[in-house]
T-cell receptor, first 116, second 112 residues
Framework: NAGVMQNPRHLVRRRGQEARLRCSPV?????VYWYRQLPEEGLKFMVY????????ESGMPKERFSAEFPKEGPSILRIQQVVRGDSAAYFC??????????????FGQGTRLTVV | GDSVTQMEGPVTLSEEAFLTINCTYT??????LFWYVQYPGEGLQLLLK?????DKGSNKGFEATYRKETTSFHLEKGSVQVSDSAVYFC???????????FGTGTRLKVLA
């Protein structure tokens, strides 16, 4: 009964390094969403992907951030040249492909990124 | 644009007290409404949901009713337990979309 699996759970990077966050959706789910939670704040939508396609990246910072969801393997959120302000919890969610906006999303446990 | 407003926390209650966490929303169309709960160090878990006006979602003693006339989805529980201590997020998903708008969360602390 595997849910959404994210790894690593905790990630420490020095300023200027790259961070790669992985998300394996619920088996059979083809839609993945990434959210960022800054300390003491709610979750903010970043990007929505289907297999091999970015559907909506309206919440992604324009620079240094990218996401992919390949045909095989997990979804990856990549942050290049990290800065202290990137320190946050990054959550991945998945849902089955209905597209009618009424499907609930299942969330992973998150990756807590700390930039030192 | 769409938005969700939650009452600010933290909320501190004694065990067996009555809980209300207010949530109001702004949205075009007819969104689905959700309450998610986040326990310390964990991800979000769906607590309950409602997809149309006057629907009542319920789970584990928690309830919330979708009130279109007041654009509200307040979370209630008649008797809280220490194990209910967590952060509660109200969220909406607008019809035809696939992403969630979250409130800022309300931290609940229940004392024995």
């Amino acid at each position: 009964n595997a849910g959404v699996m994210q790894n690593p759970r905790h990630l420490v990077r020095r300023r200027g390094q790259e961070a790669r966050l992985r998300c394996s959706p619920v088996k059979g789910h083809s839609h993945v969403y990434w959210y960022r939670q800054l300390p003491e704040e709610g979750l903010k939508f970043m990007v929505y992907l289907q297999k091999e396609n970015i559907i909506d990246e309206s919440g992604m910072p324009k620079e240094r951030f990218s996401a992919e969801f390949p045909k095989e393997g997990p979804s990856i959120l990549r942050i290049q040249q990290v800065v202290r302000g990137d320190s946050a919890a990054y959550f991945c969610a998945s849902s089955p492909g209905t597209g009618d906006g009424r499907t609930e999303a299942f969330f992973g446990q998150g990756t807590r990124l700390t930039v030192v | 644009g769409d938005s969700v407003t939650q009452m600010e926390g933290p909320v501190t209650l004694s065990e067996e007290a009555f809980l209300t966490i207010n949530c109001t929303y702004t949205a075009t169309g007819y969104p689905s409404l959700f309450w998610y709960v986040q326990y310390p160090g964990e991800g979000l878990q769906l607590l309950l949901k409602a997809t149309k006006a006057d629907d009542k979602g319920s789970n584990k003693g928690f309830e919330a009713t979708y009130r279109k006339e007041t654009t509200s989805f307040h979370l209630e529980k008649g008797s809280v337990q220490v194990s209910d201590s967590a952060v509660y997020f109200c969220a909406l998903s607008s019809s035809g979309t696939y992403k969630y708008i979250f409130g800022t969360g309300t931290r609940l602390k229940v004392l024995a």
